[in-house]
C-alpha cells in the first residue's frame, strides 16, 4: 500500500485499552472510561483484518494496547497471527508486569523472538510512583528471563521526564555496557489529558548530552532492514544499542510506514491525528473483503505529513490518551 511516497507495510494493533498500570504520562489523570466489551475486535475480526491488511501488502505487525497481556487468550491470537504466511515480523509491546518464565519461553516457541518493555526507572521506589504499581522487580525479572530464554533483540522504551528520571539517564543507557539490550529514549508526547506537564518534556540533544559526558562519544549506528523510526548509536565497548525516538525534537512523519488498528476495530494513519475509521461496524454487517480492502485502503489518503504536537494552534492535536489509541 503506497501513502504519498511512503510504502505502508506495518500494522500496529492494540487489542485491548484496558492495562494493569496506570503509567502517568499514558493515562489521563481525570476519570476515564474503557471500552465496553461487545465493541471490543474480537480475535477472529482481529485476524481477518491483518489477513486483508497482509494481501495489501502489510508485513510487520506490532501487538499493543493498554497492555496485551492483560485479555484473555492473548496466547490463542498469537498463535493464528504467527501462521500468516505474509508476515515477516511480529512483535510485542508489554509492560513485562505479567510474563512469566513459561510464558516467555511459549511466546519463543510460536516465533516471536522480539520484545519491546517499558521501563522508565531502575529505582523500585520511583517505579511505583511512575506506574501507580509496586512491580519492578517483576518486570526487571521478566526482562532477564527474556535475556536468558534468548529472545533478540530485546528493547526497552524509557520515557524520559525532567524531575523523574532525568538523574538516571547515564545508569539507563550504561545498561547496553553490560546486557545486549537497545534502550530507547522516547520524548513524551503530550496527548489525551495526562498528568505529566510538558515542562517536563526532556529532548533527545539533552538526554545525549548527558550520556555523552558521563559515558562518552555515541557511535551512529546504520539502520537495518525492519528498524523503525528509532535513530540508533553505540557506546565504546558497548553489548547492545542507545535508541532515540524523537517525535517532538524532529518528527520522522515522512518515513513513517504504519497503519493502526485500535481496540474498537477503528482504522488510525497516525497516532497524532485525530482521523479514524470504522473498520469493524462494516466487517460486523457482512461487508464483503472487497470493500474491506477499500476502506484500509482508504485510511490512507488521510496519513497526514507531518503531526501538529508542536504547534497547538494548529489543531488535531490528539484528544485520545495513550491506551485508548495503542502505544
Ligand atoms: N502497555 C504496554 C507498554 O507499556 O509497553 C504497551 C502500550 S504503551 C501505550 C506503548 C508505549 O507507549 C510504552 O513504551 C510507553 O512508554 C509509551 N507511551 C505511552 N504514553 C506516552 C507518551 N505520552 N509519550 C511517549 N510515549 C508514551
Ligand atoms: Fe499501561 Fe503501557 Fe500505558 Fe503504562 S505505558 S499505563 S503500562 S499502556
Excluded at 35 to 40: L, N, T, V
Excluded at 165 to 187: C, M, Q, S
Aim: aromatic content about 6%.
Amino acid at each position: 500500500m503506497i501513502a504519498g511516497n511512503r510504502s505502508i507495510n506495518y500494522l500496529r494493533i492494540s487489542v485491548t485499552d484496558r492495562c494493569n498500570f496506570r503509567c502517568r504520562y499514558c493515562v489521563p489523570s481525570s476519570p476515564f472510561s474503557v471500552i465496553e466489551h461487545q465493541k471490543i475486535a474480537r480475535y477472529e475480526e482481529i485476524l481477518k483484518i491483518t489477513r486483508l491488511a497482509c494481501e495489501l501488502g502489510i508485513t510487520k505487525i506490532r501487538i499493543t494496547g493498554g497492555e496485551p497481556f492483560v485479555r484473555k487468550g492473548i496466547f490463542s491470537l498469537l498463535r493464528k497471527l504467527c501462521a500468516l504466511d505474509a508476515l515477516e515480523d511480529i512483535s510485542i509491546t508489554t509492560n513485562g508486569s505479567l510474563l512469566t518464565q513459561d510464558k516467555i519461553k511459549e511466546l519463543g516457541k510460536m516465533g516471536i523472538k522480539r520484545l519491546n518493555f517499558s521501563l522508565d526507572t531502575l529505582d523500585p521506589a520511583k517505579f511505583i510512583s511512575i506506574t501507580g504499581r509496586d512491580k519492578f522487580h517483576r518486570v526487571w525479572d521478566s526482562i532477564m528471563n527474556a535475556h536468558q530464554l534468548g529472545i533478540s533483540p530485546i528493547k526497552i522504551n524509557t520515557v524520559a521526564l525532567g524531575g523523574f528520571n532525568d538523574d538516571e539517564i547515564e545508569a539507563i543507557a550504561g545498561l547496553t555496557l553490560k546486557y545486549p539490550f537497545h534502550i530507547r529514549f522516547i520524548e513524551y508526547m503530550p496527548m489525551g489529558n495526562s498528568e505529566v506537564e510538558k515542562k517536563q518534556q526532556i529532548l533527545t540533544r539533552q538526554i545525549q548530552d548527558k550520556i555523552i559526558s558521563t559515558l562518552g562519544p555515541l557511535v551512529p549506528v546504520e539502520k537495518g532492514k525492519n528498524d523503525g523510526p528509532a535513530k540508533k548509536f553505540k557506546l565504546a565497548g558497548a553489548k547492545g544499542i542507545v535508541g532515540f525516538i524523537t517525535p517532538i525534537s524532529s518528527h520522522f512523519c515522512s518515513e513513517c510506514n504504519r497503519l493502526r488498528l485500535t481496540a474498537r476495530g477503528t482504522l488510525r494513519p497516525c497516532l497524532l491525528n485525530n482521523y479514524e475509521k470504522d473498520i469493524l461496524s462494516p466487517l460486523r454487517r457482512g461487508a464483503s473483503d472487497r470493500k474491506l480492502k477499500s476502506i484500509i485502503k482508504s485510511t490512507l489518503v488521510h496519513k497526514p505529513l507531518f503531526h501538529c504536537l508542536n504547534d497547538p494552534k494548529a489543531g488535531n492535536i490528539p484528544i485520545s490518551h495513550m491506551t485508548s489509541i495503542g502505544g
